[in-house]
């Protein structure tokens, strides 16, 4: 039989050096923009990728990406630098 240690909204002590408490125990949570979650799936890490991509890609459409002044090569390095690198931060941690 399976014996389950810890389960969702349950808390475990902590005690460090500086530290005394509880942790709860929670299935996903977001740390520098990435969702972490137990077991392998990915979806909610990058539906948030997706999420914080497309409000880059909003706020910054008026003024870069529909602006017919600018050349493409630059709406091509602002995407990148600014929509990709939403979309692929801290993907090297994926486990595809």
């Known amino acids: 039989?399976?014996?389950?240690?810890?389960?969702?909204?349950?808390?475990?002590?902590v005690t460090g050096l500086a530290v005394t408490g509880q942790l709860r125990i929670v299935g996903f949570?977001?740390?520098l923009g990435t969702v972490l979650q137990s077991g392998t799936?990915?979806?909610?890490?990058?539906?948030a990728k997706?999420?914080?991509?497309?409000?880059?890609?909003?706020k910054f459409k008026s003024q870069l990406f529909c602006n017919?002044?600018?050349?493409l090569r630059v709406k091509v390095q602002y995407?990148?630098?600014?929509?990709?690198?939403?979309?692929?931060?801290?993907?090297?941690?994926?486990?595809?």
């Open 41 to 47: 799936a990915l979806r909610r890490d990058l539906a």
């Open 79 to 96: 995407f990148r630098s600014l929509v990709l690198s939403a979309i692929f931060y801290n993907s090297a941690t994926w486990m595809l």
């Open 50 to 58: 997706y999420g914080t991509a497309h409000q880059t890609m909003t």
């Open 1 to 13: 039989a399976r014996r389950v240690l810890v389960e969702w909204g349950n808390t475990i002590p």
């Open 68 to 71: 017919k002044q600018m050349p």
């Open 29 to 31: 949570y977001r740390h």
